[in-house]
């Protein structure tokens, strides 16, 4: 029903950027929530950012202060935007979107996962 499309993902170096988009498309009424996520090898999914759909945005220690998140309501996207990176940032990321079908029906969505590799 609903596809996310990611992208952006790749090889940096220490202290270096990145930023990741991610495209919702199928049948949605409205989105609700959006975030990011990421799993590294050997650990649990971990929220990264998260951004309400009235803009108010959260981010865990790790990351506070580096990445960004944003979104397009018209376009159905999320961005986000990681600056000044370190190796522990390695891991495949994953966007998430909750949406409406309609009034009364929601659903949740996943991307495929995009690999950012930070190396020192």
């Known amino acids: 029903q609903v596809q996310l499309v990611e992208s952006g993902g790749g090889l940096v170096q220490a202290g270096g950027s990145l930023r990741l988009s991610c495209a919702a498309s199928?049948?949605?009424?409205?989105?609700?929530?959006m975030a990011w996520y990421r799993q590294a090898p050997g650990k649990q999914r971990e929220l990264v950012a998260h951004i309400t759909s009235g803009g108010s945005t959260n981010y865990p220690d790790s990351v506070k202060g580096r990445f960004g998140i944003s979104r397009d309501n018209a376009k159905n996207t999320v961005s986000l935007q990681m600056n000044s990176l370190k190796p522990e940032d390695t891991a495949v990321y994953y966007c998430n979107v909750k949406y409406y079908i309609n009034h009364y029906n929601n659903g949740d969505a996943w991307g495929q996962g995009t690999q950012v590799t930070v190396s020192s």
């Open positions: 199928g049948s949605i009424f409205s989105i609700n929530a």
